[in-house]
């Protein structure tokens, strides 16, 4: 009998005792709103500004309601104005794009190379064709570029370089947390991502001006004076007048709920590695799996695995996602021409002018994607990359004749 899984790759940990009691002191107070303040109070959402900030070392941080409200924010304070180009990586998620179309600005693709980040050279490429001066760069599935290269040829080319950290909350590059190297970082807080308040966003920066305008932008109805990492009041006195008000602020309830779980984080990411090691180990034994080269001055956070196998042909790779399936593991395929469930690549984004990006397609073609919740025991995933390994092999023997 072929060995089967049972888990639900849905299911996240319950939400804490803590987390609960925090939440419903919030509710019996009846000031959910983060300026419905008594007092003198400082207010939970306030108070994980300052936490947030003081874990991720940055100077300021602003909690909005998603990390896609937290990009249109950051791009709109970086100055990018409607028409402008915005150059984003091809492989991300739909919200990335989506900011930059949802502020009127443009987005120009960037080819992502074989360890699914942006590759340098191409943005160079599509810098000198559209001049954009800044940069959404999408950490996309937790993968990170050569962050020195980026950060060298980002202030060769004069961009301003916004991060999306939104698989990225708590990895470094050599020692140094993902989000420290831009103008500005978006964190997500939905429940698939690191911390989970169903849905929630932070942005941080060291910059006075442009956090002065985020806030603002969040819809602060001139409370700025409230927030947790402000900058000072000179730092307002155009912000307030110039920006309009775009009402995605976080509610207390969300920011009492990440208060508890802030603490957990780093365990959680060391839990993470070991469910990701144990998955990985096995398809890496299969020599028609190829897992993205790992960086090594990356330390990742393992909440998903990704890995090709290039020698399958669409009917393949169909063929694999439903031969996994039928024994209770669950893939995505980011070669499918229609997009499902949080899966869809640049060619359905019809919003986004249409770009050629055969490297990008090439690598898409025979992409494989999962998550590894935590509510997965570690022998779990290492049964995961078992299964998945076996029906590798019924399908693509290594020296497959596709490519
Ligand atoms: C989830 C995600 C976001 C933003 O997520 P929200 O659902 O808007 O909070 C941004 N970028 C990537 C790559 C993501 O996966």
């Keep these: 009998m072929e060995e089967r899984f049972t888990g639900n790759f849905t299911q996240q940990e319950p939400i804490s005792e803590a987390g609960i009691a925090a939440v419903c002191d ?25 936490e947030y900030a003081a874990w991720q070392g940055a100077r300021h941080c602003l909690a909005v309601t998603s990390g896609g409200q937290g990009m249109q924010i950051a791009l709109r304070a970086a100055g990018v104005q409607p028409g402008d180009p915005v150059l984003t990586n091809a492989f991300t998620l739909a919200p990335v794009p989506g900011a930059i179309a949802a502020i009127g600005a443009r987005p120009v693709l960037v080819e992502v190379d074989d360890t699914l980040c942006i590759d340098l050279e191409d943005l160079r490429r599509k810098w000198e064709i559209c001049k954009a001066s800044c940069l959404l760069l999408s950490h996309m599935r937790g993968h990170l570029c050569d962050m020195n290269k980026l950060v060298d040829l980002a202030s ?25 190297f831009g103008h500005a970082a978006c964190f997500s807080t939905q429940t698939y991502k690191h911390m989970n308040s169903g849905e929630g966003g932070l942005v941080t920066s060291d910059d006075a001006g442009f956090m002065a305008r ?40 969300r920011a009492a709920l990440l208060r508890t779980q802030l603490p957990d984080l780093p365990r959680n990411i060391d839990r993470w590695a070991r469910r990701f090691e144990a998955a990985a180990a096995p398809l890496a034994a299969n020599p028609a799996v190829s897992l993205p080269a790992m960086r090594p001055e990356m330390r990742r956070v393992g909440s998903s695995i990704q890995f090709r196998v290039p020698s399958l042909d669409p009917g393949g790779c169909d063929a694999l996602v439903q031969g996994c399936a039928a024994r209770g593991v669950v893939l995505k395929w980011f070669g499918r021409d229609v997009p499902e469930g949080f899966t869809s690549a640049h060619p359905s984004w019809r919003y986004v002018d249409r770009q050629d990006l055969p490297q990008t397609d090439r690598i898409l073609a025979t992409l494989f994607d999962m998550r590894l919740p935590l509510t997965f025991p570690v022998e779990d995933c290492d049964l995961i990359g078992r299964i998945i390994a076996q029906e590798v092999a019924k399908l693509a023997p290594a020296q497959g004749a596709y490519l």
């Design 26 to 50: 919030i509710l019996r107070s009846g000031r959910l709103h983060r300026y419905n303040l008594a007092g003198g109070e400082r207010g939970a959402v306030a108070a994980l500004e300052e």
């Design 156 to 180: 060769t080319l004069g961009l301003t370089v916004i991060e999306d950290c939104a698989h990225t909350m708590g990895a470094e590059w050599n020692g140094v947390k993902s989000g420290n």
């Design 214 to 253: 985020a806030i603002i932008l969040s819809g602060s109805y001139m409370n700025h004076a409230t927030h947790g990492t402000r900058p000072d009041d000179p730092d307002f006195a155009d912000a307030r007048l110039d920006m309009p008000n775009c009402s995605a602020r976080m509610d207390m309830m």
